[in-house]
């Protein structure tokens, strides 16, 4: 014998019908409450990227933009002060090798590269003194150029200070 489904009956006084309800009521709130946070978090991830690749927020900025450049080029501050060329020989061992630098220092403005001409003298035995340890092992490569600039800085600005240089930039480096 083959058995249908229950049937399940309810009599007046029975509260698992308004329960069963409440309860399904119940699920589908959690779920529309989830989808609709989800749905927030979607929009608000997909308006961040539209944003930053720039096809939303652009009021204004063509504008603004046309205006700087009707304004002409900004003037920068930044002032150079060349070194005279070094040739240093490099500490090879058996072998003379030598290193020879053409170097300016950057500074902010031109009132600076005035106050550090009279210590040019210090900055140049600086760099001297350093350069002569150095082993031709540590300028290979752009690490060891970019290792030699942050030191050269580090050395100028204790030779200069109150003075401070931005930074030291090569014009000629040749390795021999």
Known sequence: MAKGPKKIEVEAGDDTAPAKARRRFGLFRRKAVLAGAALLVIAGGGGFGAMKMGLLGKHGGAEAEEAKAAEGPVKAAVSFVDLPEMTVNLDAGDRAQYL?????????????????????????????????????????????????????????????????????????????
């Open 100 to 176: 020879k630098v053409k170097i300016a220092l950057e500074v902010a403005e031109q009132k600076l590269a005035q106050d550090i001409q009279p210590m040019m003298p210090r900055v140049l035995d600086t760099f001297q003194t350093y350069m002569r340890e150095l082993r031709p092992a540590d300028l290979e490569g752009s690490a060891g150029l970019f290792r030699l600039k942050e030191e050269l800085t580090k050395r100028v600005n204790m030779a200069v200070y109150p003075a401070k240089v931005d930074a030291v930039l090569f014009k000629e480096i040749v390795v021999q």
